[in-house]
């Protein structure tokens, strides 16, 4: 385990990241609030291929964080660079996923995959052979022509995943892509996912409040309370890591984050 001092944005410096927050504020807190609300003087820099994790309270300015590289806010002081450039020109690079699926309960299961190849004017057959080849990745082939409202939550989000996977993007931004699923439904489409990450290497930068789920997935944690970085930590475990859960280094770094989060 290597823990970064608190505020540091790395152990060491990162050539060529995928992003970089650096120095960035933005303050929703409503007039009268008794906590802060947004980012302040937030540093933040993710290495290519890198499975990052934000974590934190609700409010402590994760998906803030998450929305600065997307280009969907724009800070008020800092600034945010993604794949080398600014997020609006990076935005065709990257990809979302969020807790509700959003999927178009019009478009069967492949088709709904298929979307944003058909608006990338990506030819038929080739988006056909994509996206059955994703949805045999999640374990959905056999799902390929049901509609949304003929699949569980879970199957719908292993949908948003594959649909979010096949553009192949640089750089994937997912907030709390597994909350609204019930545990033993979590458990399954986490593995999915880290099935599908593990053989392509995207950049992801995952948001989540879990701090079991964090230390499950992550190569880093990035943990957040009231819009800074508290602790920057390198997971150096193998996976999967369902096993570890009783182990030493794994309960000391659970230890670690709780504490680092609950600081007041």
């Known amino acids: 385990m290597d823990v970064t001092a608190v505020g540091a944005v790395g152990a060491d410096a ?21 906590s802060f609300s947004g980012v302040r003087d937030l540093s933040i820099t993710g290495r290519r291929g890198e499975l990052l994790v ?17 280009g969907l806010i724009h800070p008020a002081a800092g600034s945010v660079s993604v794949l080398g450039t600014s997020p609006a020109q990076a ?21 709904n995959v298929e979307l944003g190849m058909e608006i ?17 990745r999640v374990g959905l082939e056999a799902a390929a022509d049901r509609y949304p409202w003929q699949l569980s939550q879970g199957m719908r989000q292993r949908v948003a995943l594959a649909r979010t996977w096949v553009m192949k993007p640089a750089l994937i931004l997912m907030d709390e892509p597994f909350s609204a699923l019930d545990a033993q439904t979590r458990d399954v489409v986490r593995e999915e996912f880290l099935n599908v990450w593990s ?18 997935i992550a190569d880093r944690i990035v943990a957040m ?35 680092a989060l609950n600081q007041h």
């Open 91 to 111: 935005r065709s690079r990257m990809g979302y996923m969020f807790a509700r699926d959003a999927l178009y309960p019009w478009r069967t299961a492949r088709r």
């Open 120 to 136: 990338a004017h990506i030819g038929k057959v080739e988006r056909r052979e994509r996206a059955m080849d994703m949805l045999r």
């Open 225 to 259: 309370r009231e819009g800074r970085v508290v602790i920057d930590m390198s997971v150096d475990l193998d996976r999967p890591r369902n096993a570890l859960e009783s182990s030493a280094e794994y309960r000391d770094m659970l230890v670690e984050l709780r504490e």
């Open 14 to 34: 990162i050539e060529d990241p995928a992003f970089e927050i650096r120095s960035a504020t933005l303050d929703y807190t409503p007039a009268g609030a008794t």
């Open 54 to 70: 934000l974590v934190g309270h609700s409010g402590c300015g994760k998906t803030t964080a998450l929305n600065l590289m997307g």
């Open 199 to 216: 053989e392509e290497r995207q950049t992801v930068v995952f948001v989540t409040h879990d701090l079991n789920e964090a230390l499950l």
